[in-house]
């Protein structure tokens, strides 16, 4: 069997703990590599630079949602084949994976480059003028690159499934490290505006896959393939389809969801738009904690799943639930205090100021809801039960936006209303996790089936 962590022995939330620390770093790291673009850009060309960068933000997340979504379904399904012990499927199920999110993430780089223009002016509303050129110019060369973020997150996916999170640690400093240097060699030396921090974050993940090929080669014999292993296994694929395509409309729907309040962002102008990037920066870095032990959840199910140990799940989730609240409370309450000075790192002054501020304040009172619903959703996703997560989002997701663009366009509220509308989404998440938690359907989701015969063996 392939080396990894095995959790369907030992205490439960330890390992969730332990496996997501690593996640937590490698997240914050990624974040900090993002913040770069946005801080390189604001203090070194300018504001408009800036809501270029972070009106494209929100579109690139629409694709990366399409790679994410796939990745974390074929992730499911490896996590199960892990914890039942069953290396053939396991390897055909990796082999698989990597095909798949690699010819998907092809087609989607050539897409999304093509349709920069359009995408930003058409469907964004992104207004005629320096703002729109300078995000096509950053869009266009980030989307050519999306075929490294699809093939590194297969390759994420799958290490994680088998319980190694500090991989993507390792990776995530070159990473970090490489887009930081590569961001202030081409913004500052050679004066290449937006473009250049686009340049520089293909390049960070280009090398950052490679990276990954070689780290699983060598420490993953079990996915050690030569060219002619790689095959792909209709019936692994239609698994890996099943549990990814409704993990990916989820994924989408939110990505959209960030797209249609970047819209409604757009209509109230530059001013909203830089201070509407820096909260949603802000906000990306207090998920951090949460979105690791999300993850930790998800690849904890499916093993204890596949190896028919539902009670080990019902137990564990008890204490990261705990866990995922008090850490969330601290961090959130840190951003309330420092919501000033971490807003002006974006070189952000004025109206631009005033608004970020608001909102990361604002928003620091709502963070401990979500913390309540991302280890549920990650229980479910674990367990293979995709189509209710895919439901959640389009419920919550829905009713933010909806409740959003009703507050502006029917009771004037105002800008405010981009972020009053967040408890609204998040109180439906929390109540529709916690009905499908309790009542034990996620529990008969698995992909793995035992002839009735076989018993389970595992104990504590």
Sequence with gaps: ?????????????????????????????????????????????????????????????????????????????????????????????????????????AVVSVAGALLSPWLLHGLMKVPEGEVLTLGESYFTIYAAGLVFQFAYNAIAAILRAVGDSKATLYFLCITAVLNAILDLTFVIVFHWGVAGTAIATVLAQAICTVFSVIYMYRHYPVFRYKPKELVFDREKG??????????????????????????????????????????????????VPILALNNGMSTFTGQNLGARRPDRVRECWKRIELLSLAITVCVAALAYIFASPIARLFGIGGESLRLAVAMIRFMS???????????????????????????????TLGARVASAYIMVFAFGVGCQAVWY????????????????????????????????QEVNVNVE
């Design 365 to 395: 009172f709502f963070f401990c809801m979500f913390s309540v619903y991302l280890p549920t959703m990650g229980l479910l996703q674990g367990a293979g039960d995709a189509l209710y997560s895919m439901f959640c989002s389009f419920s």
């Design 238 to 287: 239609a698994v890996c389809l099943k549990l990814g395509i409704p993990t990916m409309l989820q994924q989408s729907v939110v990505a959209f969801g960030g797209v249609f309040m970047q819209r409604l962002v757009n209509y109230f102008g530059q001013d909203l738009m830089a201070a509407f990037t820096v909260g949603n920066r802000v906000e990306n870095y207090i998920f």
């Design 421 to 452: 509308a967040v408890p609204i989404g998040w109180t439906l998440c929390v109540v529709l996790a916690a009905v499908r938690y309790y009542s034990g359907v996620w529990e008969k989701k698995s992909i793995v089936k035992y002839p009735p």
């Design 1 to 105: 069997m392939a080396a990894g962590l095995d959790m369907t022995v030992g205490t439960g939330w330890k390992h969730v703990a332990r496996f997501s620390l690593p996640l937590m770093l490698g997240n914050l790291l990624q974040q900090l590599y993002n913040t770069v673009d946005g801080i390189v850009v604001g203090q070194f060309v300018s504001d408009a630079a800036l809501a270029a960068v972070g009106n494209c933000a929100s579109l690139t997340f629409v694709f990366l949602a399409i790679s994410f979504g796939l990745a974390n379904g074929t992730g499911i399904a490896i996590a199960q084949l892990y914890g039942a012990k069953r290396q053939d499927e396991l390897r055909r199920c990796g082999s698989t994976a990597l095909i798949l999110l690699v010819c998907v993430g």
